[in-house]
């Protein structure tokens, strides 16, 4: 069994700063990437961020520059961090984790929860 639990979501004003964290466990064999999407009231789930085990890193246009995510690969845990946030950045934000729970696995993908980040004066 494999369980992906985010963390770190909340209420910030505009111009503000909140840092994500997601933790994989359970077995898992081996991650080949981690990210963070997120979805907005009455919009689709869109890509915020992902990075690879190797260390590539692919942003959605909207966060360039102000997020930046990071992973703890003994831990299995990545973070996102959110600066210069933005009342649009208001969504629930998920954490995914593509992995092979076993040598013998085809990868599959597992979604968190999610966390709300509200962007707000």
């Known amino acids: 069994q494999v369980q992906i639990v985010e963390s770190g979501g909340g209420l910030v004003q505009p111009g503000g700063s909140l840092r994500l964290s997601c933790a994989a466990s359970g077995s898992i064999f081996r991650i080949y990437y981690m990210g963070w999407y997120r979805q907005a009231p009455g919009k689709q789930r869109e890509l915020v961020a992902t990075?690879?085990?190797?260390?590539?890193?692919n942003y959605a246009e909207p966060v360039k520059g102000r997020f930046t995510i990071s992973r703890d690969n003994a831990k299995n845990t990545v973070h996102l961090q959110m600066n210069s946030l933005k009342p649009e950045d208001t969504a629930v934000y998920y954490c995914?984790?593509?992995?092979?729970?076993?040598?013998?696995?085809?990868?599959?993908?597992?979604w968190g929860q999610g966390t709300q980040v509200t962007v707000s004066s």
């Open positions: 995914n984790a593509n992995m092979a729970r076993t040598a013998l696995d085809r990868a599959a993908t597992y």
């Open positions: 990075l690879t085990s190797g260390g590539s890193t």
